[in-house]
C-alpha cells in the first residue's frame, strides 16, 4: 500500500481498493460510507483518522469476508436513515441494534 500511495492522485482507500480488487489481495477498504459506519458502531477507536480506521479494520475483519462486508456496509451508509450522512441520530438502524443485542449478550 505504501507504494502504491507514493504516486500523485492514490490515496489509501484507492490502494487498498486496487489490491483487493484487481490483484486479488486481501484487504479492506475504507470509503466514505465505511468510515461513518463503523465509527457509528463503536468498531474504530474515537477520533481514529481514516488511515487508521484502514488498518485497524483491515487487521480485525477476517479475509473472507472483506470484499463482501466492504460491498453491504456501501450499500447499507446509503440507504440506512440513521447510517447515511446527514441521517437521522434518533431514527432506527436495525443492524446497529442486532450489533448492540449481540455485544450485551457476550457480555453475560
Known sequence: VRKSTSYQG?????A??????????QSFAVDTHIYR???LWGWIPEKTSR???????DKRIPDEIKFALHYLLIVHGKECEVCKGNGKPRGRCEYKERL?????????
Open 10 to 14: 492514490i490515496c489509501p482507500k484507492s
Open 16 to 25: 487498498f481498493c486496487i489490491l483487493r480488487i484487481y490483484l486479488q489481495g
Open 37 to 39: 459506519i463503523s465509527g
Open 51 to 57: 488511515e487508521k480506521a484502514q488498518a485497524h479494520l
Open 100 to 108: 448492540k443485542v449481540e455485544e450485551e449478550a457476550n457480555e453475560d
